[in-house]
């Protein structure tokens, strides 16, 4: 009796588990994406789970627990491929993972049975049903069930709230998009061949074949993606209908899908009229009723035979009379056909080292994809010579596949191996790009990518280009899904001959600033595109940005916060007090930046009133208050009393090297406006005997080596400049190259000065502003140009420039006062001085002006060795560079909101209104 007690036991725990490893993986991945399937194929996906974890239950009944663990363990890999596939690529690899899985199942199954087994899958089980119920609320973009061809597609794309503008003319329009078919220049260029023929064939048939022409991606799904979404972004998802089948709709378009393989339009097909796809019927009714079983895992999809036969003759055969069927056909509305057929890319293991035998191959593929081109071609147009014809190929051959990967940068292992990267870029994007307009003007030569090809459709059939969607970019990107960020491989269909990385920042600035609308799911998705655009300048896109999200997402403390900030540092601080008003009782941040704000307006004591009364204030930590009390005291003009509550900070416990060097940078920086520059120095000094890691204290050191170009100390300020070199993280700052040349020229050591000048010009590329200061080094000291001819010439170009440019904020009356002993000794005019010695020696041009100040807190200007006044009249005021500890930009343009600060530099503006 226990006996059967425990076989049965046994066989209930083998059953729950190949249950469980049926189930996990198809309703994790249904869970995932939820918005693109239907009610029914989930449902049957599941039932089919269902039926096969009870077969495989049955077939283990008589298989030791391990054997059938260590099965189990494969399958359920195998079914979760594609989850596998996000993380790791290579096949190797993912055989290995396979295999330790099925070695885990069998240890757990060995040493505790089944159950535990069991209960680790149900919990996994328990986490994609949370995500299941989250995902929900997605809008559904799903494949319906699929009719057999002819029969009428069960989705309507309506646009009746919204309606979309008529083409003029309605040919039928027909794309044959081409497997790996280049152009011929790319063909020259990669294979040394030509090509075939085919351009004069296509030039006799009334083509235009574009010169330069790109696909946006590498990839045969993401490329279709960015012509019908008419997106360079091809590899996101759809949220709706494709803008191009919508606009086709709208003029009365039937849409037409022929193709060998199933998965190329799985997710176009509910919008289709027609399709037909060359294989078996039992294989497509399978896929389709079961569509979300067999997508889970590339495994499952290459049992249904659902693969990319490029090859096979029979399957062009196919596709070809099923186009010349549905043409036969008697219609009174136009239509759009997609015929996909071609040559093909290198296989998936394929590497660049295998190039020679790959190109013979490529060469015999192509050879065979021409005649098939023609071939079609004059069948439709025997058919319907008015019909308009485009003939694309979809992406390269990547012949080259593989050799930007290495240890080195992308370009760097190119050129390592023998091979340019604009030439790589050809060789994955470089394709055909032909379109025949009966019945028109010649289409003209143009630079043209996939993403814009139906703008021209629509534009040459009479819609209005400002009708259209916005013009995406003509950018060609490669997605490697190891690889976090795309490379950027052509620009305006123009290979690079250095590739870009495309950061999440770029891409995401780049698409807002487009004017586009901006899908956002969440608040922090805005606040992520807010920070990039933020940090890259774009304010006023930024501040939309955030603006809109106040309309589109509930009252949230982060996204008041951010756009506060905002407001703060575009100079317009008194809207973000209302804001800021709800949250000054629960949150520090906002405790903080409210009082700045009000700082801001002009009321800097009402301020420190507030911080210091509020109850929230005796919760902060003691650095931030008195940081941000001394932040306030500054604002105040009160200088002293700020040095003194740095100080205060100084004689805290630190818990972080950062929070010393931030605190005596800006005690450091009171002091000098106090005029005790030497206190400030000393300051510096003592910091830096406290601590441990030297390397930690670059800005320390640059500081101190800039307040030292004040002092009469040529050693001691020398010692600080080498210091600063040393602890740089960036090669060759050149500002300290120029320091270190006055220093030695102000120590009458011109020939050691001249070195320094030569080397900072040969340390980086050519720039007009370091052969400037040689021709001025040159001009000052009356020294013959010799071969420094160009530099002298360009040191008097700039003198006279500078003299320009600085005479509208140059103080003569306050620079004379205060280095009068400097200007004495050289019997210069006050500003040809400045331009010649007091910028090198960090003298102040006004009283509003602090070099050291600038060059400290921008540290870009100092690593590039811009000059720091230039630098800063020529920045826009939403920059926010304060010019000096003095000059808050911020409070300057809360106290002058009546200006346009778009086109008026507020020191400028400054100078020119205040005494």
Known sequence: MSSDLCWLRSDLAACALWLLVWICPIFSFC???????????????????????????????????????????????????????????????????????????????????????????????CFSFADFVKNLHKPKHAMPMLQR???????????????????????????????????????KKIY????????????????????????????????LNTILNMSSEGWKPLQDAPPAFRWLKASGYTINLIDCALYTFAHYVPYCDYFNFSMPRWVEKLYIWFLPFFLQSSLLTRLTCNIDPFTDESDFSEARHSLLRRMQRESHSPSFYIVRFGAGHVPNHYTWKEKNAWDKKYIALYSKAVHQIKEIIDA??????????????????????????????????????????????????????AMRMPGKNAVPDQPITPSNLFRLVFEYNGVLPE????????????????????????????????????????????KTGTGSDLYLSSINELLEIADYLESSGEFEVCLKLLERGMDSFPPSAKLHLALSRLYVRMGMASKSLPLLEKYIDMNEEALGMFARSIALTGHAGQALKILAAHPLSKKMPPRQFLYRKADLLCLDGRYEDAALCLREC??????????????????????????????????????????????????????AASLGMRTAGYQDT?????????????????????????????????????KYLITARDARPPAPFLLAQIGLFLIRNDIAAGSLHEEKKAGYAYLRMMKDVFSIVFDKEFYSNKYSHLISKTEMAPLTHYIHYGRLLALDPNRLFNQIFYLVTQKDIFFYGYDPLYHFLICPSFENRNPSKQFDIQAYMARCSYMDWKNTNTLVHAMHTTT
């Open 650 to 703: 100084l004689s805290l416990p630190s818990g972080h090297i950062s929070e010393l060097v931030g605190d005596a940078n800006a005690l450091a920086l009171c002091l000098d406006c106090l005029g005790r520059t030497d206190e400030a120095l000393a300051e510096l000094d003592r910091i830096c005997s406290k601590a441990a890691k030297p390397a930690a204290l670059a800005t320390i050191f640059l500081l």
């Open 467 to 510: 009708h259209l969607p916005a013009i995406p970019s003509n950018f060609s990107y490669l997605h490697e899904p190891s690889n976090p960020v795309a490379f950027i491989l052509a620009k305006n269909a123009e290979p690079l001959t250095h590739w870009e990385l495309d950061t999440p920042a770029a891409g995401l600035a780049r």
């Open 380 to 433: 439709i147009l025997t058919r319907d010579p008015d019909g308009c014809i485009i003939a694309m190929g979809d992406h390269g051959a990547a012949s080259w596949q593989g050799v930007w990967q290495g240890k080195k940068d992308c370009n760097a292992n190119m050129r390592a191996n023998g091979v340019e990267p604009s030439v790589v870029s050809e060789d994955l994007t470089g394709i055909l790009l």
């Open 149 to 187: 061809p002819g029969e009428k597609s069960i989705v309507v794309i309506d646009d009746k709230d919204n309606p979309l503008p008529r083409m003029a003319t309605t040919p039928n329009i027909y794309l044959l998009f081409l497997e790996s078919i280049h152009s011929a220049k790319t063909l």
């Open 31 to 125: 869970a995932n994406n939820i918005d693109r399937f239907t009610s029914r194929q989930v449902v049957g996906s599941l039932l089919l789970s269902i039926c096969l974890s009870c077969l495989c239950g049955i077939g283990s009944v008589h298989l030791p627990e391990v054997v059938a663990a260590l099965i189990a363990g494969l399958v359920f890999c195998s079914l979760s491929e594609k989850l596998i596939h996000l993380f790791v690529q290579q096949s190797l690899i993912k055989a290995i993972i396979f295999l330790i899985t099925g070695a885990f199942f069998a240890l757990i199954a060995h040493f505790f049975g089944l159950w535990p087994l069991c209960a680790l899958l149900f919990i996994y089980l």
């Open 718 to 754: 020398s010692a600080r400049i080498l210091k600063a070199f040393e602890t740089s993280r960036e090669p060759y700052p050149l500002t300290l190259y120029l320091w270190q040349a006055g220093l030695e020229e102000r120590c009458g050591n011109p020939d050691q000065a001249l």
């Open 192 to 223: 040394g061949i030509d090509d075939a023929g085919l351009g004069e064939f296509l030039q006799n048939k009334g083509f235009t074949i574009f010169s330069r022409s790109c696909s946006n991606e590498y990839g045969t799904t993401v490329s």
